[in-house]
Nanobody
Framework: QVHLVESGGGLMQAGGSLRLSCAAS????????MGWFRQAPGKERTFVAT????????YYTDSVKGRFTISRDNAKNTVYLQMNNLKPEDTAVYYC?????????????????WGQGTQVTVSS
């Protein structure tokens, strides 16, 4: 069993930056693909970014390309999401997820473990 805890969310003005962290415990995530998803009020949970277990394969949803960067430190059992040039439409609860498979996926249903989420609010 993998336990994921997100941190780093908060309130930020448009154009600002935040760095989300996802700390894993219970099992090493070194062989797992990891993903970040977000859910805005009244909307479905959607894909943000995913990274393979090696860190060499990375995908982003189009709306965050060039602004967000996903990375991982397997030695620390932690995944990060650096968010720059934040926009009000980035406001959502951000979730970290782990997949018991080395390959990446943009589908929430492909992930086996989820954190509790961290709120990101961007004001205009």
């Amino acid at each position: 069993q993998v336990h994921l805890v997100e941190s780093g969310g908060g309130l930020m003005q448009a154009g600002g930056s935040l760095r989300l962290s996802c700390a894993a415990s219970g099992r090493t995530i070194g062989s797992y693909a990891m993903g970040w998803f977000r859910q805005a009020p009244g909307k479905e949970r959607t894909f943000v970014a995913t990274i393979s277990w090696t860190g060499r394969v990375i995908y982003y949803t189009d709306s965050v390309k060039g602004r967000f960067t996903i990375s991982r430190d397997n030695a620390k059992n932690t995944v990060y999401l650096q968010m720059n040039n934040l926009k009000p439409e980035d406001t959502a609860v951000y979730y970290c997820a782990a997949r018991e498979h080395s390959g990446t996926s943009p589908l929430p249903s492909d992930y086996d473990y989820w954190g509790q989420g961290t709120q990101v609010t961007v004001s205009s």
